[in-house]
Each structure stands twice: as C-alpha cells, then as structure tokens.
C-alpha cells in the first residue's frame, strides 16, 4: 500500500537549520510530484513546496530563499531543507503526493523553532 513516512523534525533555535524527509512506497516516485506542507495550532494547513517529477520546484513566499525542495529518485525520498528559521516555521510538517486512488499524506513531523 501507499506510505509515506516523515523523519527529521525537531526543535532547532531561531536562525538554525534543520532538514525533514519523506520516504515513499507503494507508487512509482519518480513520475509523481510531491508536496510538502505544514500546520501550525489553531492554523490551516499550508503548502510550503512542491516539486514535479522532472525536477522543477516552486514555494510559498514566507520561505522562498530559505526552503529548498529536493528529491532523491533513487530512494523514493523528497527532502525539505529549511535554513535561517523562524518561530514562525514551528508547525508539524508533512509530504503529500497526488494518485490516481487521491491525495495521500505521511503522518507527519513536528518542528519547532525556539526565539
């Protein structure tokens, strides 16, 4: 079946980084684009980052410069590298893809961004 599965989060200090990853199966990875969003409590979920299969990458404005998407076909893994963060970038942050069967998402991981 479709998993994916979230690694990574912690708590970092303002101005630190961190990176979170999304290991995938149950699909073939490396035609299907992939997203990376986050929730914050008492907040809606928002789209952070995307990524398509051939590589092209677009962000939300409240990370664009810090945020850097990436993907790794050869194991079925789609990275979010987050520099200079915020207290504002705390959230539970999870990856999402888009089947035909519908829209699947990890269990998410959390990060929190101390000031």
């Known amino acids: 079946q479709v998993q994916l599965v979230e690694s990574g989060g912690g708590l970092v200090q303002a101005g630190g980084s961190l990176r979170v990853s999304c290991t995938t199966s149950?699909?073939?990875?490396?035609?299907?684009?992939m997203s990376w969003y986050r929730q914050a409590p008492g907040k809606q979920r928002e789209l952070v980052a995307a990524?398509?299969?051939?590589?092209?990458?677009n962000y939300a404005d409240t990370v664009k410069g810090r945020f850097t998407i990436s993907r790794d076909n050869a194991k079925n893994t789609v990275y979010l590298q987050m520099n200079s963060l915020k207290p504002e970038d705390t959230a539970v942050y999870y990856c999402?893809?888009?089947?035909?069967?519908?829209?699947?998402w990890g269990q998410g991981t959390q990060v929190t961004v101390s000031s």
């Open positions: 999402n893809t888009l089947l035909s069967r519908g829209a699947y």
């Open positions: 149950g699909f073939i990875f490396s035609i299907k684009a």
């Open positions: 990524i398509t299969s051939g590589g092209s990458t």
